[in-house]
């Protein structure tokens, strides 16, 4: 079965640069969720996008911002990085046509801000 | 505060143990999930529980939502090197109509050939 892709797997950036994280849900999935996980912490809820709509925004800091597509994907757009960016950026989709509080979480993307 | 507290926080046993895993809150969900989270890796959904006092099985482990709805568990039987990875149980915040997951602490288990 196919599953949420998330790219790049791995991201170096300097401080002061930008980043975009993409995540492509699983097909006819609806929503769309961000989370961040630090090193030895779990995952905190950034954002959501239901049928293309921003539906739901937990602790994302005003320098992301984040869209959805016409084909579902996401883009997660990180700008004047720091060094406390530094995590991994999980994606996760969910159906609210099934059980709508599962959720399917992608590999992840990697961001190292050096 | 955190809303979903695990214990142990860290676990390392040889295998073939048992052991359990506990999720406790002082809030009532509707439902709540347990995520298998290997390093590197995204958390992968193990069950779902929806009932107070359901009890569901996957192989070796065992769920269980308590009575009340407050808490969980989790029992892995003959614990397997396999079975090391990081454990998160996880909700959604009643009555906001939101879906987005709040994680608990976590329990790293660690089984030891």
């Known amino acids: 079965a196919a599953g949420v892709i998330q790219s790049p797997r791995h991201l170096i950036k300097e401080k002061r640069e930008t980043a975009t994280l993409k995540c492509y849900p699983i097909?006819?999935?609806?929503?769309v969720y961000w989370y961040q996980q630090g090193p030895g912490q779990d995952p905190q809820f950034l954002i959501s996008?239901?049928?293309?709509?921003?539906?739901d925004k937990g602790s994302i800091p005003d320098r992301f911002s984040a869209q959805q597509f016409s084909d579902y994907h996401s883009e997660l757009n990180m700008s004047s990085l720091e060094l406390g960016d530094s995590a991994l950026y999980f994606c996760?989709?969910?159906?609210?046509?099934?059980?709508?509080?599962?959720?399917?979480f992608g590999p992840g993307t990697r961001l190292t801000v050096l | 505060t955190q809303l979903l507290e695990q214990s142990p926080q860290f676990l390392s046993i040889q295998e073939g143990e048992n052991l359990t895993v506990y999720c406790n809150s002082s809030?009532?969900?509707?439902?709540l999930q347990w995520y298998r989270q290997e390093p590197g890796e995204g958390p992968v959904l193990l069950v779902t529980?929806?009932?107070?006092?359901e009890v569901k099985k996957l192989k070796r482990l065992t769920f269980q939502f308590g009575d009340a709805r407050k808490d969980s568990s989790l029992h892995i039987t003959a614990a397997q090197p396999g079975d090391t990875g990081l454990y998160l149980c996880?909700?959604?915040?009643?009555?906001?109509?939101?879906?987005?997951?709040?994680f608990g602490t976590g329990t790293r288990l660690t089984v030891i050939p």
């Open positions: 529980v929806v009932t107070g006092g």
């Open positions: 809030s009532v969900f509707s439902s």
């Open positions: 996760a989709s969910s159906s609210t046509r099934t059980r709508g509080s599962e959720q399917f």
């Open positions: 996880a909700v959604t915040r009643e009555g906001t109509g939101a879906n987005n997951l709040f």
């Open positions: 996008f239901y049928e293309k709509m921003q539906s």
């Open positions: 097909p006819r999935h609806d929503t």
